[in-house]
């Protein structure tokens, strides 16, 4: 059974940069031929995607936020972070982390961790 965590700092002011790691367990990262997975939900909107960063390491990002956003890895700890840069309270949101096996968004997203409030506030 694959198990996502997502970790973070809950509030983070305006300007700064937040970071967000997610943590499995049960299944590799470096797996064949999975997509690891952010997608956020602000307060009263619909889920949107944030990015993802693959089994061998290749990413890619919402083109909304492409200029902010860095998704790395740690195979060690079979963990995926994720920076968000420049924040402001628009990037308030429940940030979770999933996985998938495709990356158009043809596959479902099978598992998901519990995710972790953001919000962006002085």
């Known amino acids: 059974q694959v198990q996502l965590r997502e970790s973070g700092p809950g509030l983070v002011e305006p300007s700064q940069t937040v970071s967000l790691t997610c943590t499995v367990s049960g299944g590799s990262i470096t797996a064949n031929y999975y997509y690891w997975t952010w997608i956020r939900q602000p307060p009263g909107k619909g889920l949107e995607w944030v990015g993802y960063?693959?089994?061998?390491?290749?990413?890619n990002y919402n083109p909304s936020l492409k200029s902010r956003t860095s998704i790395s890895r740690d195979t060690s700890k079979n963990q995926f972070t994720l920076q968000l840069g420049s924040v402001t309270p628009e990037d308030t949101a429940v940030y979770y982390c999933?996985?998938?096996?495709?990356?158009?968004?043809?596959?479902?997203?099978?598992?998901w961790g519990q995710g972790t409030q953001v919000t962006v506030s002085s």
């Open positions: 999933t996985r998938t096996e495709d990356g158009l968004g043809q596959k479902p997203y099978d598992y």
């Open positions: 960063i693959t089994y061998s390491g290749a990413t």
